[in-house]
């Protein structure tokens, strides 16, 4: 259960931080206002807090395993939103971040 728990918060906290980072993008570089930006900064505001509910205390690693999850999730990010297309290479790249991510999350570890 704590694995399920954990996929979940990193699940949240991609929502918010790489959403957050969209509607920023959105609001200045597409031109769509300020309340668009507003909104993003917001949803980046709230990304801060979801790490602190990992069951893992280690920040570093906390931080680093959920680098695997923005990078597979901001191109699926990009594929919902922006109708981009990953190639194979992009794709390899995620499984290979997603890899590294399980591994440092949830290794087995005596003690630490």
């Not at 259960?1 to 959403?19: D, K, N, Q």
């Not at 297309?85 to 997603?98: E, F, K, Y």
């Amino acid at each position: 259960m704590p694995i399920l728990r954990s996929a979940a918060l990193f699940v949240v906290a991609a929502l918010f931080e790489i959403g957050g980072a969209w509607l920023v993008w959105q609001g200045v570089r597409e031109h769509r206002g300020w309340l668009w930006a507003v909104g993003g900064v917001l949803s980046l505001g709230a990304y801060g807090f979801v790490a602190t509910f990992q069951p893992d205390a280690h920040f570093g690693r906390v931080l680093a395993a959920y680098g695997g999850i923005f990078v597979a999730g901001s191109l699926l990010w990009g594929v919902i939103a922006d109708g981009y297309r990953p190639d194979r290479w992009d794709l390899t790249g995620a499984l290979v971040c997603l890899a590294g991510m399980a591994v440092i999350m949830w290794a087995p570890r005596n003690g630490g």
